[in-house]
């Protein structure tokens, strides 16, 4: 699975924009980029995720570039529950198996980003 | 539906003791996972499994041992405890349809080993 780097923190006024930002210069073209949030003592919850376009929910949006290096998540309006730690995670769907079988991808949880949204 | 449950949520172990930490889903899931989460780190993949009857190591899989008899259930057993097992441990599940690996997480298990 390819790497990913994020700022260990960001800080977002509440109403505004948080954009997230990831690099995953190491893709691969069969990986894809998903985003994950942690808020506190709680377990992880999926957002989003994305291929090579723009994806958009009801929670965020996914911003990939066109070289598919980098990724941003945006939180359009960010309120003091989008506090948590946001993971970025690239990872194929499949991979095939040194004994030859097919096994499923698996999910890499890394550092993250650490988001703390202010009144 | 319960969606991911988890049991005990809580837990104080000493040091060689054995015991099962409890995960069932409700939503049909194939695919199911155990990590562990430290101070201040990611969560690790211990085990995982993609079927009935069919299970996996992860990155930290030793000290743990895993089955999976049914699609529903998949216990997490600790075999002699260690205090370097002391961590929060969730369980997750997924469906995994083709372009589709949005894993639901239970609310975790806090352990302590002592």
């Known amino acids: 699975d390819a790497k990913t780097t994020q700022p260990p923190s960001m800080d977002c006024a509440e109403g505004r924009a948080a954009n997230l930002p990831c690099n995953h210069s190491?893709?691969?073209?069969?990986?894809?980029v998903y985003w994950y949030r942690q808020i506190h003592s709680q377990g992880p919850q999926y957002i989003i995720h994305?291929?090579?376009n723009n994806e958009t929910n009801e929670m965020a949006s996914l911003i990939i570039t066109e070289d598919r290096k980098s990724s941003t998540l945006i939180l359009p309006h960010a309120t003091l529950r989008d506090t948590a730690v946001y993971y970025c995670?690239?990872?194929?769907?499949?991979?095939?198996?040194?004994?030859?079988?097919?096994?499923?991808?698996?999910?890499?949880f890394g550092q993250g980003t650490i988001l703390t949204v202010h009144p | 539906n319960a969606g991911v449950t988890q049991t005990p949520k809580f837990q104080v172990l000493k040091t060689g003791q054995s015991m099962t930490l409890q995960c069932a889903q409700d939503?049909?899931?194939?695919?199911m996972s155990w990590y562990r989460q430290d101070p201040g780190m990611g969560l690790r993949l211990i085990h995982y499994?993609?079927?009935?009857?069919?299970?996996d190591q992860g990155e930290v899989p030793n000290g743990y041992n895993v089955s999976r008899s049914t699609t529903e259930d998949f216990p997490l057993r600790l075999l002699s405890a260690a205090p370097s097992q002391t961590s929060v441990y969730f369980c997750?599940?997924?469906?995994?349809?083709?372009?589709?690996?949005?894993?639901?997480f239970g609310p975790g298990t806090r352990l302590t080993v002592t």
């Open positions: 997750a599940s997924s469906s995994g349809l083709a372009g589709v690996y949005e894993q639901y």
């Open positions: 190491t893709i691969s073209g069969n990986e894809y």
């Open positions: 994305g291929l090579k």
């Open positions: 995670i690239v990872t194929s769907l499949k991979w095939v198996r040194d004994a030859g079988g097919t096994s499923y991808g698996k999910l890499t």
């Open positions: 939503m049909n899931h194939e695919y």
């Open positions: 499994s993609v079927g009935a009857g069919i299970t």
